[in-house]
């Protein structure tokens, strides 16, 4: 292979929205064809309704304004989202209760003695808080109830601007192939969170009089205590790549663990570990996403 070819790198065109859904009439895609012939369908029959006692320049007139409105919610959008599904979304947060408690066995009501005036001014009662996920099994894997089951497994990661064209290209092939070979659901997340390097400080402080020469143990030292200076005035934190598989039947934990078995020789081309996550290492994971501000984890 020449130096030509070691900088070359092959690229390809991918649309700005691959989630964009199928135009079936037109420009409108399926769900904007539904709304709009149902809307026409329901304006249709009240004209022949009301055309015993309404003029039909009065109807016309009447309907005009929910005619547009009907036609700005299924064809108008707001940064790549559908009108009728923000209006659907709203309607539904406006019905949600906004106050949740962990309650499993449910949250009883007020007793009967307390009065009206109370009840009216506490307001709507809190809900049960729900977890998507109900447990974690001795293999690692998620029990998301009736939304299937889900493993978890950590990533490597790579420097990729690193190495020459020739190897990106095969970096990118292998990871290619990966996505390619799917069967199911998959979610890669890259989270950050806080960095505690107490025990890399402890080791180093510990470690260094065993070092074989002083300049050494002087060197580890001063890199122990700049770490603990690091620490003090800054918050120092780290990323983590997790890839999720998920299965959506409620008996597919094996699958979703084997499915991440795949992944790890699959990725091994591109140079990228994937170590799955035991059920002690996933409830961590779980913990340390529900809440961030808790004791940071440490690392090297």
């Not at 149902?38 to 309704?49: K, R, T």
């Amino acid at each position: 292979m020449t130096d030509l070819d070691d900088e070359y790198v092959a690229s390809a065109r991918i649309p700005a929205d691959v989630s964009k859904s199928d135009q079936v009439l037109g420009p409108l895609t399926a769900r904007q064809s539904a709304i709009l012939a149902v809307a026409a369908l329901v304006l249709y029959a009240g004209y022949w309704a009301t055309l015993p006692f309404m003029a039909p320049l009065a109807y016309l007139a009447l309907v005009a304004p929910i005619a547009v409105v009907v036609t700005v919610v299924a064809v108008g959008r707001r940064e790549g989202i559908g009108m009728d599904r923000l209006l659907l979304a709203a309607v539904r947060f406006h019905h949600t209760p906004k106050r949740r408690v962990p309650a499993p066995e449910g949250v009883r009501p007020l007793p009967a003695l307390v009065p009206g005036a109370w009840r009216a001014k506490a307001g709507r009662e809190p809900a049960a808080l729900r977890m998507p996920c109900r447990e974690v099994s001795d293999t690692g894997v998620l029990d998301l109830g009736h939304e299937g089951r889900s493993a978890l497994a950590v990533c490597s990661t790579i420097n990729f601007h690193l190495r020459t064209g020739g190897e990106q290209q095969a970096l990118t092939e292998a990871f290619a192939r990966w996505l390619n070979a799917l069967t199911g659901p998959t979610q890669i997340l890259v989270r950050a969170h806080r960095l505690d390097v107490t025990p890399l400080v402890d080791e180093l402080t510990d470690q260094a009089p065993q070092l074989p020469h002083p300049a050494l143990e002087q060197a580890a030292l001063a890199h122990a205590d700049f770490l603990d200076q690091l620490a003090a005035e800054r918050d120092l934190l780290t990323r983590q790549v997790l890839l999720m598989a998920h299965e959506p039947s409620t008996s597919g934990g094996a699958r979703a663990g084997h499915r991440l078995t795949e992944a790890a020789r699959a990725l091994e081309g591109a140079e990228i570990t994937v170590t799955a996550l035991n059920a002690e290492a996933t409830a961590h994971t779980l913990r340390r996403a529900a809440d961030p501000d808790a004791t940071p984890m440490g690392g090297a």
